[in-house]
């Protein structure tokens, strides 16, 4: 039983220090080791973002919200840098976002155009211990995966644990990272918390 002890705590002393520090406060959790599909079973979600709910309860969004279509049952949000300079676009902000888990995952579907470099997507979560850790789909597969090039519409995932006990978010940040040109449409996007946020 000792042993299993100290196994255990080894394992979970590495899984909390894989992620390494962001400038200024942030830091990051153990996102990119994951490369399995998003799961199909994750329950119903805690909550759903919609595009056209949001923009009704007169949030800014920074693109343009298509409807759905014969061929695309959903309607999405694309995001595009036509600048050719990095860019970071905030798509939403959650203040109190009514997690009350230690774990939680935001989850959708991903289609992409004309994307160069390695473009990601982000949460930025800002927890009751005063830190802001952050979660980001840069793996090389999977539903964490890096976005680039073309794809069609492919699952995504943003998980998080939260290992302090009784450590909660307090705002959450999704960001779009563009490092140069490229068109990003987002599907709705789903929030699971507990057991159910896992990819």
């Given at each position: 039983?000792?042993?299993?002890?100290?196994?255990?705590?080894?394992?979970?002393?590495?899984?909390?220090?894989?992620?390494?520090?962001?400038?200024?406060?942030?830091?990051?959790?153990?996102?990119?080791?994951?490369?399995?599909?998003?799961?199909?079973?994750?329950?119903?979600?805690?909550?759903?973002?919609?595009?056209?709910?949001?923009?009704?309860?007169?949030?800014?969004?920074?693109?343009?919200?298509?409807?759905?279509?014969?061929?695309?049952?959903?309607?999405?949000?694309?995001?595009?840098?036509?600048?050719?300079?990095?860019?970071?676009i905030t798509v939403f902000?959650?203040?109190?976002?009514?997690?009350?888990?230690?774990?939680?995952?935001?989850?959708?579907?991903?289609?992409?155009?004309?994307?160069?470099?390695?473009?990601?997507?982000?949460?930025?979560?800002?927890?009751?211990?005063?830190?802001?850790?952050?979660?980001?789909?840069?793996?090389?597969?999977?539903?964490?995966?890096?976005?680039?090039?073309?794809?069609?519409?492919?699952?995504?995932?943003?998980?998080?644990?939260?290992?302090?006990?009784?450590?909660?978010?307090?705002?959450?940040?999704?960001?779009?990272?563009?490092?140069?040109?490229?068109?990003?449409?987002?599907?709705?996007?789903?929030?699971?918390?507990?057991?159910?946020?896992?990819?």
């Amino acid at each position: 039983m000792r042993t299993m002890s100290v196994i255990l705590l080894l394992a979970l002393a590495g899984s909390a220090l894989a992620g390494s520090a962001l400038a200024g406060s942030a830091l990051a959790q153990d996102s990119t080791s994951t490369s399995t599909s998003a799961s199909s079973d994750a329950g119903k979600p805690l909550r759903i973002i919609v595009w056209s709910e949001l923009k009704a309860q007169r949030a800014e969004l920074p693109g343009t919200i298509m409807p759905p279509t014969d061929d695309r049952p959903f309607e999405v949000l694309r995001v595009a840098n036509q600048t050719g300079k990095p860019r970071t676009i905030t798509v939403f902000t959650l203040d109190d976002p009514g997690i009350t888990e230690s774990r939680w995952m935001f989850s959708g579907n991903a289609h992409y155009e004309k994307v160069l470099g390695k473009a990601y997507l982000e949460l930025l979560n800002q927890l009751t211990d005063g830190q802001t850790y952050y979660s980001r789909t840069l793996s090389p597969d999977g539903p964490m995966a890096w976005i680039t090039g073309n794809s069609g519409w492919r699952p995504f995932a943003l998980p998080f644990n939260a290992w302090k006990a009784g450590n909660r978010p307090t705002r959450i940040v999704f960001n779009v990272v563009l490092p140069q040109r490229g068109v990003i449409d987002l599907s709705p996007i789903e929030i699971h918390e507990g057991f159910a946020a896992s990819p």
